[in-house]
């Protein structure tokens, strides 16, 4: 027995190892240290609950960032003049709504939650069998708040899921209805709150904080009527969460791209950061997003993808004043070195325009090839003059421009404070715009469903609001029909289901 623990000891100091920029701390190569010797010091904690943290980098800028942005309508990856990005039709199928159990990424997403669960276990049950580790139920309730988190994402997008805790059990788990898992992430997130650390320092970044567990219980009870109907309401619940939050050390930036730029851990607005590295398999939204003739005028020396692009409405939406549509979006003409308009090995002149046409080869469902250089551009986190791989920015899961937003929401379905939500609204309209006039008097819900979509794009947010706000559904004008109820959430993989007889298929599918 001693010896199993000393590998899997071997093994979870080695993975942590190898992605040890992903959280920022310092680590030390330890070898063939017996479980029951190691976690005297904080370093060696920190090697052993690094992994946990790696396996957020399956949220963004892949799995659950497509899921959310590609199957709403704030993004599409449309398949370009010559085929790329057709990927076996999932694109289109996050487009029109006609995913199936076997599209590509309705089953990489759910199985990176599984894994990084099934991570989360692993290293909880080795940490809480060292009898040599002190401030234990810190360290567990670090990891219980990552796990929880992965949770709330298959709540979210799969609804119906088995909730496994213990590492040691390898029977076949059952599928827990939605009720129940928005009940079991409830009550770990209550369990944690008052345990996990709550400074708001270089120290705390990246790591499950007071500052998270709250902003989690936010969103929990935000959407609430969506995940746990029978509980009803909880939009006092909601409001008293972001008050938590907002009492903490978090600032709101007075420079939007603070949270943004290459060396964001120093923004002081980011609650919860998925922690890049350049050297461990970054941020590649720059390659997913960048025609292949872009790193050209950005100076950047990568190749890239031609992916990604904002759905043309999503900016067209926005007041021609808002500075957020430059902070965000590429658009208009790329320059060659010597100030000419690139061109596109179409022969077109390389111009990111809002319109994306669907025109070549279309099928009988309407879909079919643009042009190259067509679509908006995600450039809302800085582009490093000179990088020549994966980006440094970190990806801000949560911040306080989001809290801000989410009291607002509440107070205003509460029907009460409307000043309080305008003066929330208006601190963050006030950073997007010049004018004063641009300011609002009051505060609806449209606008706060609007101002969440300017202020939030390419951030993962716009498939839960628009599931919230009831309009995820609803046609869009040249790009889907009126979708069925089915697809508020995501069908269980069939590969899941193949290999669990245990699990139930999500209703429709």
Not at 192 to 211: F, H, L, P, Q
Not at 248 to 256: C, S
Not at 359 to 367: F, I, V
Not at 377 to 402: H, Q, T, V, Y
Request: aromatic share 12%; glycine share 6%.
């Amino acid at each position: 027995m001693k010896n199993k623990k000393i590998l899997s000891l071997v093994f979870v100091i080695a993975f942590s190892f190898l992605y040890q920029g992903c959280t920022n701390l310092d680590e030390e190569v330890f070898d063939k240290l017996p479980v029951d010797e190691f976690g005297n010091t904080e370093s060696q904690i920190n090697s052993l609950i690094a992994p946990i943290y790696r396996t957020l980098k399956n949220v963004f800028p892949s799995n659950y960032f497509l899921l959310s942005e590609c199957s709403a309508d704030m993004a599409v990856t449309p398949t370009r003049k010559g085929g790329d990005w057709w990927d076996g039709g999932q694109f289109k199928e996050l487009r029109f709504h006609t995913w199936t159990p076997n599209t590509s990424l309705v089953k990489s997403s759910y199985n990176a939650a599984m894994e990084s669960i099934s991570s989360c276990n692993k290293i909880y049950s080795m940490i809480e069998e060292n009898e040599s580790i002190g401030n234990k139920e810190v360290i567990l309730a670090e990891i219980r708040g990552v796990r929880a988190y992965w949770y709330y994402l298959l709540l979210d997008y799969y609804g119906n899921v088995p909730i496994v805790t213990d590492f040691k059990d390898t029977s076949n788990p059952v599928t827990k209805p939605r009720s129940e898992v928005y009940q079991f992430v409830l009550t770990e997130l209550n369990a944690i709150k008052d345990v996990v650390r709550e400074d708001v320092t270089a120290a705390s970044y990246g790591k499950i904080t007071k500052g998270v567990v709250y902003t989690l219980l936010a969103k929990m009870y935000l959407n609430a009527l969506v995940w746990y109907p029978e509980g009803g309401a909880k939009w006092q619940e909601c409001a008293d969460a972001c008050d938590e939050v907002m009492d903490l050390g978090y600032v709101f930036e007075p420079n939007f791209k603070a949270s943004f730029v290459v060396q964001n851990q120093n923004s002081k607005e980011i609650i919860f950061p998925v922690v890049f590295s350049t050297a461990d398999g970054g941020n590649h939204i720059h390659k997913r997003t960048l025609h292949y003739l872009d790193p050209i005028p950005l100076n950047l020396k990568v190749g890239t993808w031609n992916g990604v692009s904002a759905m043309p409405q999503y900016i067209k939406d926005y007041d021609e004043e808002d500075k957020r549509v430059a902070w965000s979006f590429l658009l208009g003409p790329m320059y060659n070195t010597d100030g000419s308009i690139l061109i596109t090995a179409h022969g077109r002149q390389l111009i990111h325009t809002v319109d994306i046409e669907l025109k070549y080869n279309l099928d009988e469902d309407g879909w079919g090839q643009v042009e190259q250089e067509e679509g908006g551009r995600c450039s809302k986190w800085e582009f490093e003059s000179g990088l020549n791989g994966d980006m440094e920015n970190d990806l801000a899961i949560f911040r306080l421009a989001d809290v801000y937003l989410m009291k607002a929401e509440a107070l205003v379905r509460l029907g009460k404070e409307n000043d309080e939500a305008t003066r929330l609204v208006n601190l963050i309209r006030g950073r997007a715009f010049d004018n004063a006039s641009k300011l609002l008097g009051s505060t609806t819900l449209d606008d706060i469903y609007k101002e969440r979509r300017f202020e939030l794009a390419w951030e993962s947010s716009a498939r839960q609001d628009m599931i919230r706000f009831g309009t995820f559904l609803d046609e869009i004008p040249g790009w889907k029909g009126v979708t069925p109820e089915k697809c508020l959430l995501f069908p269980i993989p069939q590969t899941a289901l193949d290999a669990n007889p245990e699990l139930d298929q999500n209703p429709g599918y």
